[in-house]
């Protein structure tokens, strides 16, 4: 029976999907340090985490036994994905379950900026009955420029839409625009023409300060400003200098240059105490809705690689989609070099084998080659390809009946 350690508080969904598909399946609550981790996966094939187990090359290379990691999450820097993929562990993660989520913060955040609510809210609790339309707006009519029109703009895009908001976008790649959305050609155009400016741009290094004094001078008076991408993207201590100005009426925070690492650290930033600023601690994506969807799609994920091979969305192996086979099937991972096929075939011939279906897919160093041949697969072929000098990683799969 193949064995499943998952660790951090996973989705209780993971665990079942992994139990149905013939898993042994260990749940821990807490993540584990690299002497704990090396321990328990002794014996493991599958192993999910969250954001705080490091995977990392000592591990892996202690548990050469492992096949597959999955990342219940949306980042793998916790993992070392390059000697997971000279060792031919795949690895998987989450990258749209929590794009919702986000949407639907970056909107609830965009009528709370309008209307001041925070700012009212506060002086409520604290006894004082300030009853007032200044500086308050509705949303409906105004402008909204969203800069980086991926997953998470896209989709805030159609739902500020759908509140009657003006939608701009800037992206560096060339976008399809949803609905009545408008590409600007320059970040500069956006910022001119938006009343309220929102960042969902991706963590990419040129990033780095991207948004600071420059950006936020050219923004209209008066206008709102919201971050729910990367905390490095934005220079805090222009956006403080622009919201006491009352250049910036109000702006909504969810990510921070430093963000503390456990619960409970102390938080510090110079945005703290501002007025009409929302401070959140990164959790734009946090929804139960999302851990759920999370857990249900990173365990299909590590179900359907073990059962089929497929390698759709893996972060850091050759991608093919694979169906399951009703012939017999092996995977070959291998150092992309010359001849690997053309080898194979030969090997597979050799034993009087008829290849059924044949997919080769290539990333950086390594390939990656699934075979459907006619027939059983012999032992001595299998050991054959294992012991090709190219050879990563050799994988066999059950026929399916059709
Ligand atoms: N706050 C949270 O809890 C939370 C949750 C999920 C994702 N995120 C973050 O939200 C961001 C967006 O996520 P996504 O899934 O939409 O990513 P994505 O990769 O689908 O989209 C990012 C888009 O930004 C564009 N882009 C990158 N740099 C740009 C620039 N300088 N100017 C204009 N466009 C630029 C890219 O071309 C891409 O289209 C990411 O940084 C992600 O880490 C935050």
Redesign the pocket.
């Known amino acids: 029976m193949p064995r499943a350690l998952l660790l951090e508080n996973i989705d209780p969904v993971a665990a079942e999907l992994l139990g149905a598909a013939g898993y042994e399946v260990e749940s821990l609550r807490g993540a584990l340090d690299e002497a704990d981790l090396t321990a328990a996966l002794d014996g493991v094939d599958v192993l999910g985490i969250r954001s705080k187990t490091q995977v990392t090359a000592e591990v892996l290379r202690a548990r050469p036994g492992l096949a597959a990691i999955g990342a219940f999450c ?2 793998t820097n916790q993992i070392d994905l390059a000697t997971a993929a000279a060792g031919g562990v795949a690895v998987f993660n989450a ?2 379950s ?2 919702r ?2 949407v639907e ?1 970056a909107l609830a955040e965009i009528i709370c900026l309008a209307r001041r609510l925070v700012d009212r809210d506060r002086a409520l609790h604290a006894g004082s009955w300030d009853k007032s339309a200044a500086g308050s707006h509705e949303v409906r009519g105004r402008t909204l420029g969203i ?9 805030l895009s159609v739902l500020a839409e759908a509140l009657g908001m003006r939608v701009l976008f ?4 060339e ?1 399809l625009a949803l609905g009545n959305a408008q590409p600007c050609d320059s ?1 500069e155009e956006l910022l001119e023409r938006s009343e309220t400016v929102t ?6 290094a ?2 780095a300060g ?1 948004f600071g004094a420059e950006q936020f001078s050219r923004m209209p008076r008066r206008s709102l400003f919201l971050n ?3 905390g490095f ?1 934005v220079d805090h201590e222009a956006l403080r200098a622009h919201v006491l100005s009352g250049h910036i009426a109000g702006a909504a925070v ?2 921070f240059p430093e963000e503390p690492r456990e619960q409970g650290d102390p938080f510090t930033s110079v945005l703290r105490g501002l007025p009409n600023v929302i401070l ?1 601690p ?5 929804t139960q809705e999302a851990q759920h969807d999370i857990g249900r799609f990173v365990a299909g994920k590590l179900v359907d690689y073990t059962a089929t091979g497929t390698t759709n969305l893996s972060v850091n192996l050759p991608t093919v989609a694979l169906h399951g086979s009703s012939v017999a099937r092996f995977a070959l991972l291998h150092r992309n070099v010359p001849g690997v096929l053309a080898r194979v075939d030969a090997l597979i011939g050799e034993h009087g084998l008829n290849v059924d279906g044949q997919v080769l897919a290539t990333r950086g160093e390594l390939g990656y080659a699934v075979t459907d041949v006619s027939g059983p697969l012999p032992a001595d072929l299998l050991a054959a390809l294992e012991t090709l000098p190219e050879a990563v990683r050799l994988t066999t799969f059950a026929r399916r009946e059709r």
Do not use: A, W
């Open positions: 949306i980042g990258p749209y929590n794009t989520s986000v913060m800069v980086g029109y991926g997953n998470i703009g896209s989709q800037h992206d560096l790649e976008k970040l960042l969902h741009v991706d963590g990419r040129g990033n991207m729910l991408s990367r993207v969810d990510v959140t990164h959790i734009g994506g946090s």
